[in-house]
């Protein structure tokens, strides 16, 4: 089974600042990548994905993710957070397990914009 | 916009109480996973149905919950009796499943106090 760990549980960061929040993933022989948000007492929704192909994805609001496979690694960055970013941010890894479609979600990491 | 709503919202009840929580998926989406959010434990995968039947439950105390989908628009997740501990946010999500590289929609969640 796929396990994801989010190394950071809080990461506080000034407005217009850079942030990367960290996610690694037990190895495998493939695997599909998702960084999902979560608002406050909202639901989570999808950030972007790394299915194939180039390893740089990009997503929305301006987040991209790098996928780097000797290193297990999909960390998110963007290059200039806005305070509407404060969120609850999931890495997520899925692979095809019976058939069907089973992802494994990290603890989260919960990103802090002050102004 | 299609989106997968829940219900109730919002749900406070005594311990020992059936409690019932809905879902309607995206029509057209033939996967519904159920998950319980909590501080402690993260987002935890309780059960998930293809095609209306169930694929697995292990994540769910067998004892106490129950999770069914009567039809393809809807499926519910019950709890009887409710315990203090069973207090948490349950998302629901739903997928078209066209295999592991598909997008989880989630619900906005209910979420459930046991007092």
């Known amino acids: 089974a796929q396990s994801v760990t989010q190394l950071d549980s809080q990461v506080p960061v000034f407005e217009e600042a850079p942030v990367e929040l960290r996610c690694n993933y037990s190895s495998s022989v493939s695997v599909y990548l998702f960084w999902y948000v979560q608002y406050p007492n909202q639901g989570l929704q999808l950030l972007l994905k790394y299915l194939s192909g180039s390893t740089l994805v990009k997503g929305i609001n301006g987040f991209e993710a790098e996928f780097n496979k000797s290193q297990t690694s999909f960390h998110l960055r963007k290059p200039s957070v806005h305070i509407s970013d404060t969120a609850e941010y999931f890495c997520?890894?899925?692979?095809?397990?019976?058939?069907?479609?089973?992802?494994?979600f990290g603890r989260g990491t919960s990103l802090i914009v002050h102004p | 916009d299609a989106r997968v709503t829940q219900t109730p919202r919002h749900k406070v009840t005594e311990m020992g109480q059936e409690v019932t929580m809905r879902c309607q998926p995206i029509?057209?989406?033939?996967?519904v996973f159920w998950y319980r959010q909590t501080m402690m434990q993260g987002l935890e995968l309780l059960a998930y149905f293809r095609n209306r039947a169930p694929l697995d439950d292990s994540g769910m105390p067998k004892d106490r919950f129950s999770a069914e989908m009567p039809d393809a628009t809807l499926a519910t997740l019950k709890i009887q009796p409710s315990e203090p501990r069973d207090s948490a946010v349950y998302f629901c999500a739903s997928v078209r499943d066209r295999g592991s590289t598909d997008t989880q929609y989630f619900g906005p969640g209910t979420r459930l106090t046991v007092l």
């Open positions: 029509l057209g989406h033939n996967t």
């Open positions: 997520a890894v899925s692979d095809k397990t019976g058939g069907s479609y089973i992802p494994t």
